[in-house]
T-cell receptor, first 110, second 114 residues
């Protein structure tokens, strides 16, 4: 079993749609969680951290469920520019190590 | 520099050749990570440094892979006797301090082994 698993995708949605991605992790000791965004042939960039209480940044909402060991990302009012691969990142087994999921590809269409 | 830089950006190697990939992290960043990203996959952890100390190399796929960061800044990932399965993008990332903090990635080195 991979340490971090994501929805396989791809997700193809129209502009203005709401889309949600889930991610599960295997290391129950993980303490830090992130969503990164990676555009085609570009490097990953931090989208947002995920806090225990859940957090929101504009159209993006991240949630953490420690009991079930999953995190989610919700994107409201999708824009064409949201088209990218979204990577779930979880720390562990060492505190400093970061483990990436395989990514979920999102395409927003006009 | 303004960001993480990597060189070369592209490398074509014949099978069996040795290659060296360089990473210049953001100045002052303590932590440095190497990842391997195959087409359509997420970055796979290879190794991690805090300053000059290599704290975790559990992701290196074989003893043909070797990484160093002798002065705690620039790092080199060396692959000996390259194989076709080594073809991938090799990403370097740095973060300001040890711990699970935001990582800043370089543009990667795309390695193709023929």
């Amino acid at each position: 079993r991979k340490e971090v698993e994501q929805d396989p995708g791809p997700f193809n949605v129209p502009e203005g749609a709401t889309v949600a991605f889930n991610c599960t992790y295997s290391n129950s000791a993980s303490q830090s969680f992130f969503w990164y965004r990676q555009d085609c042939r570009k490097e990953p960039k931090l989208l947002m951290s995920v806090y225990s209480s859940g957090n929101e940044d504009g159209r993006f909402t991240a949630q953490l469920n420690r009991a079930s060991q999953y995190i989610s990302l919700l994107i409201r009012d999708s824009k064409l520019s949201d088209s990218a691969t979204y990577l779930c990142v979880v720390n562990g087994p060492r505190r400093d190590d970061m483990r990436f999921g395989a990514g979920t590809r999102l395409t927003v269409k006009p | 520099g303004a960001g993480v830089s990597q060189s070369p950006r592209y490398k074509v190697a014949k099978r069996g050749q040795d290659v060296a990939l360089r990473c210049d992290p953001i100045s002052g960043h303590v932590s440095l990570f190497w990842y391997q990203q195959a087409l359509g996959q997420g970055p796979e952890f290879l190794t991690y440094f805090q300053n000059e100390a290599q704290l975790d190399k559990s992701g290196l796929p074989s003893d043909r892979f070797f990484a160093e960061r002798p002065e705690g800044s620039v790092s080199t990932l060396k692959i000996q006797r390259t194989q076709q399965e080594d073809s991938a993008v090799y990403l370097c990332a740095s973060s300001l301090r040890g711990g699970p903090y935001e990582q800043f990635f370089g543009p990667g080195t795309r390695l193709t082994v023929l």
